[in-house]
């Protein structure tokens, strides 16, 4: 019998707001890490956009129970709600010795929308310092930009260069700024990356007995090392647009700075 998802908590989905990443480090078993490493070296065939997600992996059981695992599949359904949709899949493969960094970028075009996709990063076999890995830049994610238009930028404080066990999941906000970076171990470096659309309103999808908690805001809070000050301020007023439309709660707030550019009176001041 298959576990029960373990749905997320709303702090954890207060930190997935402000940072717009979750890590799961080494949750996979050694025997299924084993079992993906075969058939990503072997390759994976296609999957067509817009594939149920429940349909797009019946033939690759390796597959199926990493995205079974009762965290993964715990927090895809909180994400992205019960039946989400495939975008699109890849492996990503970095030889021995070689390859180039890529530049900073996002895996979107300008993306307007408040709801938003999430990118599954598995890491089937460790990534020690010298593979180099995913990098990635935490509390991104809304600042809207075009794929690599932040390319230029080398490095930013504050940014994560992903060291991890086998069997690391990575779950990121579609919009996240990040890169691979080069090999200068002996050995080959596998990622492997599955994008989701969610088909429902994101709305209270996760376990919300922990909604009225202070560490909820406190984790939206969260500010980053690449902010300066007036940058924080943008991203909280994000973040509480976010949080809006996760929650339901339309009027929802904190330290007036979404309601200050909000206040549009409609009354008419008495002759």
């Not at 990118?119 to 310092?129: A, D, I, K, R, S």
């Not at 171990?185 to 994008?195: A, F, G």
Request: charged share 20%; proline share 7%.
């Amino acid at each position: 019998m298959t576990a029960q998802p373990t749905l997320l908590n709303s702090v954890q989905m207060a930190q997935f707001v402000a940072a717009g990443m979750l890590r799961f480090d080494g949750i996979i078993d050694g025997a299924t890490n084993q079992a993906a490493m075969t058939v990503i070296e072997a390759g994976l065939p296609g999957v067509p956009a817009g594939i149920p997600l429940s349909e797009a992996y019946a033939d690759q059981p390796a597959i199926t129970a990493i995205l079974g695992h009762p965290r993964v599949a715990g927090a895809i359904a909180s994400l992205v709600g019960p039946a989400p949709l495939v975008d699109h899949h890849a492996t990503h493969v970095r030889p021995a010795r070689g390859g180039e960094s890529q530049h900073l970028h996002a895996d979107a075009i300008i993306d307007i929308r408040t709801a938003f996709d999430i990118q599954l990063m598995y890491y089937p076999h460790e990534v020690t310092p010298e593979m180099g890995g995913t990098l990635v830049v935490p509390g991104s994610h809304l600042r809207r930009i075009n794929e690599t238009d932040i390319g230029r930028y080398q490095n930013l404080r504050g940014q994560i260069p992903l060291t991890c066990p086998a069997g690391t999941v990575l779950i990121l906000h579609h919009g996240i700024w990040h890169c691979g970076r080069r090999n200068d171990s002996d050995q080959l470096r596998y990622m492997y990356k599955i994008r989701l659309n969610p088909t429902v309103r994101q709305e209270r999808l996760w376990n919300t007995t922990d909604l009225d908690s202070p560490e909820v805001e406190e984790a939206l809070r969260q500010r980053f090392a690449w902010y300066e000050n007036a940058t924080a301020r943008l991203e909280l007023i994000n973040r509480a647009r976010l949080w809006r439309h996760l929650t339901g709660e339309a009027t929802y707030d904190f330290d007036y700075w979404l309601t200050r550019i909000e206040n549009e009176p409609t009354a008419t001041a008495p002759a």
